[in-house]
């Protein structure tokens, strides 16, 4: 496979353009923004547990942005529903980027975790987890709420 | 007296004197199309970076010994052509910085904090490069003065029946302006507005970062008080640049770094300045760079400033038709007798960082994101823009292979 194939290979483009669980959720348990002002990135994650209130039941993201970002967040909604908040709000970055897999300069990096930082957000904001050491309080330029 | 005849520029016998273009990005020629960010070094400049290191390097102007005396006159011979290349009338308002940054920082601080309190209007324009509206703005803050900015109309350019009512908002002491926009390319009225800032009693301050290695530039001309330009964007090495400014004003400022080399005399009681220029120099100055910056002034001057503003016009006028038929092509910025060799752009339905991405696969290099405009960006409506830029060494099959890489990005992404 070259490399443009590689970068815009046939699962990003997939999942760029018919992403999954976009959308917005009423009521949401957690819920937050994230947005990268140096390229207008945006993402907004809205959450819905379970009864037992770990379980991610429904999850879903809306927003704009670049081919990445928007498929990466397609993917992370896929990979964390059904799973426990408490597990996903430590989830390693490196989960999610290999399963985008492939090789991210640090700029691309950037919107690849946008919806990764915006989801721990949510779970933060609503059960308390833990924010990761990397950017607790501030993630770099990405202005989350 | 020999009359230097400026020659219609050859940008691929040009070409051959800057070593990048030998590099291919994945397996393809480079395409540069970001000259606007930064620009390449040609042999000549490298040559003499090399040739000074080896033969004449030595620390500047204290030294008894011979090497010493050899780097000053290095140092000293680079600033009178930097001086020259804005037609300044004295070497020793040519002042060496880091770059247009710290240029206008110097004057933000150094001028602005004892200049500027309540009651004190600071003019920008909204097409500012964040190092021309960002100190002034946090200058203003710091000394109680009124921020206030030129807006631009739907053309990118400024509108100057906006001064009116700035004027209203107090006494309008320092315009500051590019006088070229490294986002749209726009020339911009600097010298009118120059004379607007002496009518109200104003310092004129020129951003000339993205002029100065694309447009001739005569401060005289101009008109203004101070003005800043880098070394690195006119095919000089970074982390030099520098700062030309009125004699009497310079004199009347405070200091902007201190420490060694911008003292006359030190004791515990009291420490007097140095003359210009070195009462702004303090340490070790880029000694090398700044006689790189040299080179490269005798680089750009021989191929010739007019002959690169109209070759680069010539460049632009055949990207904006090419560019025409893109599908989902909007450009920003006014027309080409208007601006220098830039051009902004956005596809449709395709975001900036993808269609950077998609040309940079093809070994093509253009600009993806706000470019340290980001109230421009506000004011177009948009959190980015694609760029691409030129120099003297741009051929017009890169702008073709551009235009191939946005037919693929719009086809794929769209």
Redesign the interface.
């Known amino acids: 496979m070259n ?2 194939d590689q ?2 290979r046939e699962v990003i ?1 997939d999942h ?1 353009k018919n992403p999954r669980g976009h959308g917005e959720l009423d009521d949401a348990d957690a819920h937050a923004e994230g947005q990268n ?5 945006e993402v907004s994650i809205f959450v819905v547990f379970d009864e037992d209130g770990d379980t991610i039941d429904e999850v879903k993201f809306s927003g704009r ?4 970002s928007q498929a990466a967040t397609s993917m992370l909604m896929e990979m964390v529903k059904g799973r426990s908040a408490t597990e996903v709000a430590t989830l390693p970055r490196d989960e999610l980027l290999d399963e985008i897999g492939i090789p991210l300069s640090p ?2 990096l950037k ?1 690849a975790l946008l919806g990764l930082s915006t989801l721990k957000l949510a779970l933060h904001k609503s059960k308390g987890t833990p924010l990761p050491e990397e950017w607790a309080g501030a993630s770099g330029d990405l202005e989350l709420k | 007296m020999a009359v230097k005849v400026e020659t219609k520029l050859n940008a691929s016998k040009l070409r051959a004197d800057f070593p990048i273009f030998e590099q291919e990005v994945r397996g393809k020629p480079l395409a540069y199309l970001d000259s606007a960010v930064s620009s390449h070094k040609p042999r000549q400049v490298l040559d003499k970076l090399r040739t000074f290191y080896e033969t004449s390097y030595a620390n500047v102007h204290r030294g008894v010994y011979t090497l010493s005396e050899l780097a000053t006159a290095e140092y000293e011979g680079a600033r009178e052509k930097v001086a020259r290349f804005v037609n300044a009338p004295d070497p020793r308002e040519l002042i060496f910085t880091h770059g247009a940054t710290e240029s206008i920082n110097l004057v933000a601080y150094a001028w602005g904090l004892d200049n500027l309190g309540p009651g004190d209007v600071v003019v920008v324009t909204e097409l500012e490069h964040h190092s021309n509206f960002v100190p002034w703005q946090y200058i203003a803050k710091r000394t109680g003065a009124t921020f206030k900015a030129i807006p631009l109309d739907e053309h990118g350019e400024l509108q100057l029946d906006s001064l009116e009512e700035i004027a209203r908002a107090g006494i309008v002491k320092v315009v500051a302006n590019n006088l070229v926009s490294n986002a749209l390319g726009t020339i911009n009225p600097v010298e009118r507005l120059g004379e607007w800032a002496h009518e109200h009693g104003a310092i004129m301050v020129v951003d000339a970062a993205q002029a100065a290695p694309h447009h001739a530039i005569d401060v005289q001309q101009l008109g203004c008080d101070f003005l800043a330009f880098s070394s690195h964007k006119m095919c000089g090495p970074t982390s030099v640049g520098a700062l030309w400014g009125r004699a009497e004003l310079l004199e009347a400022m405070a200091p902007f770094n201190l420490g060694g080399h911008m003292i006359r005399s030190v004791k515990l009681e009291e420490t007097t300045w140095g003359q210009l220029p070195y009462k702004f120099e303090a340490g070790t100055q880029p000694i090398a760079e700044a006689v790189g910056f040299g080179a490269a002034i005798d680089y750009v001057s021989d191929v010739g400033l007019n002959a690169i503003e109209q070759y680069e016009r010539e460049l632009l006028v055949y990207a904006l038709e090419r560019l025409a038929d893109v599908p989902g092509f909007v450009g920003y910025g006014p027309a080409p007798d208007r601006r220098a060799g830039i051009v902004s752009f956005n596809i449709e339905g395709v975001h900036p960082h993808d269609v950077a991405q998609i040309l940079d696969m093809d070994g093509v290099a253009i600009r993806a994101g706000h470019h340290c405009c980001q109230p421009l960006m506000a004011k177009l409506g948009v959190a980015a823009t694609n760029r691409a830029s030129f120099y003297l060494y741009t051929i017009p099959d890169e702008i073709d292979r551009l235009v191939e890489g946005l037919h693929k990005a719009h086809k794929l992404l769209a």
């Open positions: 490399e443009f970068m815009y483009l760029y002002p140096l390229c207008g990135d942005g670049c081919a990445i700029v691309r919107c």
